[in-house]
């Protein structure tokens, strides 16, 4: 039976062990043991967890992309293989499963419909790059009031998604070379994009159908996502200048860090 190991760096240790084994458990998986250590940035949680292979990549999506999560890496332990013993830490015990994800702090959008998109996260996971049927699922799912957020939250768990998969060993970046060396090459995956100066111009965005509603918030999202832990300094925060809805030819993003 397949083992993960995570390890996240959290800016404090108070009540980390709690919160993120609430998202441990919400994904089926069991905390089999952990340390947790003192880092230069805070504190660096190691977990050790079991469950069921199909929801793996959820778990780890919501891992990489929960507020207190500064930095995220995982890998898989086989049975028989087993590294230094990690001592068991009495004081957290995980929080009982069935406990509502609480979105808070640190920029995480407040007014999404969180279960929604999580119940999603390994859907688009498993399809990507063709994720734009389940975002107009997603659209269509949630009420009016929460579809903005729901879609900025996707967008931010998908962007962070994508950085650890792909861009996660490279140095940090201004915001400049950022845009060029990592948004502008996932974004491409995606969408028909250009970097123009240092805004982003998207054509054709299928998110963004002309007289509709823009969809612009998933990619500010995804950009803010991506970028979370990717600049020299700063928080990353994008945002929709003009929309291919309101008559534009094209979506264009910017970004402020
Ligand atoms: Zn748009």
């Known amino acids: 039976m397949a083992e993960l190991e995570v390890r996240v760096i959290s800016e404090r240790r108070e009540g980390l062990l709690i919160e993120l084994g ?32 199909a929801s793996r ?25 087993h590294g230094p013993p990690v001592p068991q830490e009495a004081a957290e015990p995980p929080a009982p499963s069935g406990t509502p994800f609480r979105a808070h702090s640190l920029g ?10 999580e119940r999603m996260l390994p859907s688009l996971a498993k399809d990507y790059p063709r994720i734009f049927p389940w ?6 799912a949630v009420t009016a009031e929460a579809r903005e957020e ?10 962070a998604w994508v950085f650890r998969r792909e861009f996660a060993l490279g140095a940090r970046l201004a915001p400049a070379d950022a845009l060029k060396r990592i948004v502008v090459p996932a974004l491409r995956d995606l969408v028909t994009v250009e970097l123009r100066g240092e805004q982003l111009h998207v054509r054709g965005c299928p998110l963004c159908q002309s ?7 998933f990619f ?24 291919h809805c309101h008559g534009a030819p094209e979506c264009v993003f910017e970004l402020t860090a």
């Open 22 to 53: 609430r998202v441990v458990s919400e994904h089926g998986h069991v905390l089999v043991r952990q340390r947790l250590l003192p880092d230069e940035r805070g504190a660096g949680l190691t977990m050790v967890l079991r469950g069921p292979e």
């Open 57 to 81: 990549s959820s778990l780890e999506v919501a891992l990489g992309a929960h507020p207190r999560v500064l930095h995220f890496e995982s890998s898989r332990e086989t049975a028989g293989r």
């Open 108 to 117: 995480m959008p407040s007014g999404a419909d969180v279960a929604r998109v």
């Open 135 to 140: 975002l107009i699922n997603l659209e269509y």
């Open 150 to 159: 729901s879609l900025h939250l996707a967008g931010r768990r998908a962007g």
């Open 211 to 217: 007289g509709g509603l823009s969809g612009g918030r």
């Open 220 to 243: 500010c999202g995804f950009i803010e996502g991506i970028l979370a832990d990717a600049l020299v300094a700063g928080e990353p925060c994008a945002n929709e200048i003009s929309c």
